[in-house]
């Protein structure tokens, strides 16, 4: 059974910064890009940055120049280092396997990590 274990949310300031980790099964993580995910309430799960294995990064408009996403394959562990945060940033961050074309290796999700940027 896959599982993902995000951790690292706060609350934090406008301008802020954070480092977001999620760690998974190994099997898993070294097979796939790895993704991670922002859920606010009110509108559908979006994919924001994912990394392939050879650590290739790709990024969603609104998160370029601000968040970087990479990955430790000793650890089997996925990271999104966010700075500038904006408010509009805030919600639940969740990390997943991802194909080529976006959709999921796995239809299962972890807790996620609540990020709230507020001043």
């Known amino acids: 059974q896959v599982h993902f274990v995000e951790s690292g949310g706060a609350l934090v300031q406008p301008g802020g910064s954070l480092k977001l980790s999620c760690k998974t099964s190994r099997n898993i993580f070294t097979m796939y890009r790895m993704a991670w995910f922002r859920h606010t309430p009110g509108k559908e799960r979006a994919l924001i940055a994912h990394?392939?294995?050879?650590?290739?990064?790709t990024y969603v408009d609104s998160v370029k120049e601000r968040f970087t996403i990479s990955r430790d394959n000793a650890e089997s562990t996925v990271f999104l280092q966010m700075t500038d945060l904006r408010p509009e940033d805030t919600g639940l961050y969740l990390c997943n396997a991802v194909n080529s074309d976006g959709s999921l290796v796995v239809e299962t999700w972890g807790q996620g990590t609540q990020v709230t940027v507020s001043s």
């Open positions: 990394v392939t294995t050879r650590g290739i990064a």
